[in-house]
């Protein structure tokens, strides 16, 4: 069933995910409804690197914001967006590169992935590995979209994103090898406000 | 074809601080957001198939061992992009509140009854057209604690992907009429009227199914036009 569509006035605005989301989108076994994304990324053919991403998110008087989604994109190994928009070819072809978390009580998230590959930029300037990440929550009429990037790559210096982020908030979008018992463990909290706010991009 | 994605095209959305809704006090960002350009991370996104809907997943009254209670509707549209275009084979998850105005979560504890058949949550895949369709029950309005006396008017929660991770959109549908339009700070934290007015859904007389389910028929408009103005067909 079709109709022919006059051009859109603009977009739909975007609204609140509210505060009960959960067992729609994040249900995670806690309710009678199967999940359409989970936050382990990494399927049997995906090569590279495996990393767990974790943090907790907090609201501007430090309280965990235990209502928060958190959506993360990212290319594969080999710099690969499992995207037919990406025309190259595709190594890891289960590897689809989009995980979904709620926060718990505690406002922590985790995401069990493989570290990106490099992926260039409009002029062909190679950006560091990392993950684009959506935050969601009730309160938020407008997700918010930031960035994770790897502590101790050698190509954070120049990547043409982190620079133009002022110096003394680039550490908010720089994970943090936490320990490493097999796989990488990499740290980051989000804060919406304070000190250490996160930086969000207007994209 | 290819896409762009202007920045004008987000001047549809509330400000994220609208202290009229309270949590947007200390959960919207204080500094300015740092303008960046769209590489190939923005420009793709999550392509979602088939396999992730399971049969029944878009009829609401289905889920159960039983049918719901409530007024059984039918909510249908099409997914566009800003040019008018369908698009295709995307993934629209929604929720949404019983017809007592009561969500199946542990937080939502008002004293409105849980319905043993209806969980509120589905999920389908546009078409080759951009057309997608649900069977559910209107949900009904509940309080919040906003506000004195305050209620959400009637709607559904919409989460819809798009061609890109800079397209994806989570919204609200409302229905039209509803006498707490004026009073709802989230419906009314969209400033422009005709832009709130695009979150209300239409009744659908044409499409209603004598006997069995009225009809609202809802346009979800993504970001994303032809960067290419002269596109040759």
Sequence with gaps: ?203 | MTLSYPLQSLTAHPPRLSPGYKSTVKRSPTKPLIPMRHTLSELTGPVYGHETVRENDNDLTLQGKGEPLGERIIVHGHVLDEDGRGVPNTLVELWQANACGRYVHVVDQHPAPLDPNFTGAGRTQSDSEGYYRFVTIKPGAYPWGNHHNAWRPAHIHFSVFGHSFVSRLVTQMYFPGDPLFPFDPIFNSVTDEKARNRMVSDFDLENTQPDWALCYRFNIVLRGRNATPMETK
């Design chain 1, 1 to 203: 069933m079709s109709k022919a569509q006059s051009k859109p006035e603009g977009v739909t605005p975007s609204q609140t995910v509210g505060p009960y989301f959960a067992y729609g989108l994040t249900s995670n076994g806690k309710y009678d409804w199967n999940d359409a994304f989970s936050n382990n990324l990494v399927t049997a053919d995906t090569s590279g690197e495996r990393v767990r991403v974790e943090g907790r998110v907090f609201d501007g008087d430090g309280n965990p914001m235990v209502d928060c989604m958190l959506e993360i994109w990212q290319a594969d190994a080999q710099g690969r967006f499992s995207d037919p928009q990406d025309k190259r070819a595709l190594p890891n072809s289960s590897f689809k590169g989009f995980g979904r978390c709620g926060t718990d009580a505690d406002g922590r998230y985790a995401f069990d992935t493989i570290k990106p590959g490099i992926v260039h930029d409009p002029d062909g300037k190679p950006q560091a590995p990392h993950l684009v990440l959506a935050v969601f929550a009730r309160g938020m009429l407008l997700h918010l979209y930031t960035r994770i990037y790897f502590g101790g790559e050698a190509a954070n210096t120049t990547d043409p994103v982190l620079v133009l982020v002022p110096v003394d908030r680039r550490a908010t979008l720089i994970a943090q090898q936490a320990h490493c018992n097999g796989n990488a463990v990499y740290s980051l909290d989000i804060n919406m406000q304070g000190d250490n706010e996160t930086v969000f991009f207007d994209v």
